[in-house]
């Protein structure tokens, strides 16, 4: 671990503002983190703390990590949920930011605009962590990469391709952390949902800098062949409006990952899903559009989703692991 490397105060809120060495740094402290864990070692130094937690949208994985990993960590947490607080509806981010530096030592946010959680840490005199909004999902980032490397042992070279909308939080944040771990990116969908032009063009540069490259193709075949990781994402994210699952079923299955998709990148690759996802009839919305479009699966099929080349779940866990290393390096 590079014994240089000090996240004291910092915010986390997009992997643009971090390094490739600040990166590798809280990989590096979330992975020994897993092992204590594992091995029954407490890491409780942050003893007599407390965190916020503020979820503007819902949330399994990413509430319960910072939740584990805060007691785990020996610290309070609180849960402001999208109705229960005074947040944005009678009280301003910057009221909001202040009260809360006040009582707390670090503050989660998960909401909408990436410019409300810019804003809570710029008012804020305590790290602010983004645990989703429209346009990033930096925690997942990290768990995502720690998967990639306890699987493949490395990080650099790796050929990553996100299938779906690519224009959302998780195809940006994944193009922005394979250039800058020298990844190769590709975003296979049709082009209304390749990511914006500025952010692709912000990559390129990066990528060109680490030995990483970023590819946007419509082609199937060419954009997943030899590929390491087959990654997706709900077509619909949350704060959307229900309207626009005809078209998104429509325009972006097919783009699904499917037994082909997964044969065409090779037998050694490996599929991802920050979760959750629709692969089968078992959940509500699933089971509504199934019936109004007679599909059975969405992004991926239960086949690929419950299959040998599926990490989901090792990839969930790790969420947990990771967030407690950026609690740990900020505080
Ligand atoms: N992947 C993820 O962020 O899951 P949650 O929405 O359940 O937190
Ligand atoms: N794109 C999804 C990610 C969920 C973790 C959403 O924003 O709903």
Redesign the pocket.
Known sequence: MDRKTDLKGRDFLKLLDFTAEEIAYLLDLAADLKEKKRKGIPVDTLRGKNVALIFEKTSTRTRCAFEVAAHDLGMGSTYLDPAGSQIGKKESIADTARVLAGMFDGIEYRGFGQDIVEELAKYAKVPVWNG?TNEF?PT?MLADLLTIREHFGRLKGIRLTYMGDAR???GNSLMVVCAKMGMHFTACTTKKYFPEEKLTAQCLEIAACTGGSITLTEDVDAGTKDRDVIYT??WV??GEPEQVWEERIRELSPYRVDRAVMENAGEKAVFMH?LPAFHDLNTKIGAQMGERFGVKEMEVTDEVFESGQSLVFQEAENRMHTIKAVMLATL
Do not use: A, R
């Open positions: 989703l999902h997942q959302y939080n998780m994402d709900v994210s949350m920050c």
